[in-house]
């Protein structure tokens, strides 16, 4: 542990790498500070554009960034020690190259110089509260990160990778019946090109777009759109299942147990329709999962769920527990589904499983449910009993149809 005085000699060195926020301005956007690094720097990396554009006041050897682009950094971190720069659009600490660099780097090893953001920029543009609108760049991902966010009066500014992708987010949207959101498309902001154009979803006619531009979304749904709400517990007939699914009221149940926190993992066993997994990464972006399914068939439904429900990260990984488990990252929690013969399973993952990670177990089955009553009888947990049933016809009136009903044991590793 450093002492006082030593974290203090930290904190105090001098940083050899500056993180600069460049606008569509260029070098007039500067501020002086910002100027005065980038012009001592010996070594200045950045995008072709971005080079061009501060071109007057680099002094030393220029690098555009390889392509494909080098997420580790090596060639910026093979010069640590001398005077380096890097330019970025806007603020590079918002879906920028800062974040990439400062998981590598202590905070005394470089300061930053941000410019506004396209995001900033947008947001004066409209008049809109930045805080009230939902900010996601798409630049290199996939649209169907969009889909969580699409909710009737929401706003939504996407950064997006080219002059493609307007059309692409209008054509997504009509797909999901928000073919009435109005759409704004920014382009080159802060630049002598900026320019700002309108359409309506369904009817998006625009002129040739410049390749940098952010979309604003202003959300209107169509009478059939198809709205995720939010919390646990959606309808099951959004997804696309084959009878192999949580029922809803048991898929509400079952999360609240799991009970997911910042930046958890899950491991979702015997995951049928992908279901657990999908609303647990739902509930919040840090959020990540994995799906163990052995059928074919079930892990291409997954995939299709994992896109139309907007978590296109969702793993899937085809094989049987326990044995398709050993090479998995290291868990915060996990479920085995209900249809499960337990064989093996339940100490393979209790094992797995960290320090206060939870293990929430389903069973439909006597076979299954013996192994959950054995297993809380030599660790502790809760058992809970949960039957559900549903108004149906009964001739020509209408009755109780019971679910199966199901044990679920709940346990927290010491």
Known sequence: MLSPESNRDVLTQEPWLSIIGLGED????LGEAARNALSKASHVFGGQRHLALAAPLIEGASHPWPVPFDAGMGDVLA????????????????????????????PHEFVSFPAPSAFSLAAGRLGWPLQDAQCLSVHGRPLHLLRPYLHPGAKIIAL???????????????????????LTVLEALGGPDERIQSCVASACNLL??????????????????????FGFGLADDL???DGQITKREIRAL???ALSPRHGELLWDIGAGAGSIGIEWMLAHRSLAAISIEKNSERIARIKRNAE?????GLRIVEGEAPASLAALPKPDAIFIGGGGSGDGVVEAT??????????????????????????????GGTLTRIEVARAAPVGAMTGWRPAMPVTQWAWVKP
Do not use: W, Y
Not at 26 to 29: A, H, S
Not at 83 to 94: C, E, K, N, T
Not at 164 to 182: D, T, V
Not at 308 to 312: E, K, M
């Open 350 to 379: 209790m094992a797995a499983l960290r320090s206060g990670g939870r293990l929430v177990a389903n069973a439909v089955t006597l076979e299954m449910d013996a192994v959950l009553l054995a297993a809380q009888a030599r660790h």
């Open 160 to 182: 997006t990778s080219d002059a493609h992708g307007p059309e692409a987010i209008a054509a997504l949207l009509q797909s999901c019946g928000f073919g009435a959101s109005r």
């Open 208 to 229: 040739p777009v410049h390749p940098l531009n952010v979309v604003a979304m202003e959300v209107a749904a169509d009478e059939a759109a198809r709205i995720l709400p």
């Open 239 to 241: 997804f696309e299942h």
């Open 308 to 312: 139309a429900f907007g978590v296109p």
């Open 254 to 256: 079952t999360l609240s």
């Open 26 to 29: 260029g070098v007039p956007g």
């Open 79 to 106: 010069l640590k020690g001398k005077a380096v720069a890097i330019l970025a659009s806007g603020d590079p600490f918002f879906h920028g190259v800062g974040a990439t660099l400062a998981r590598k780097l202590g």
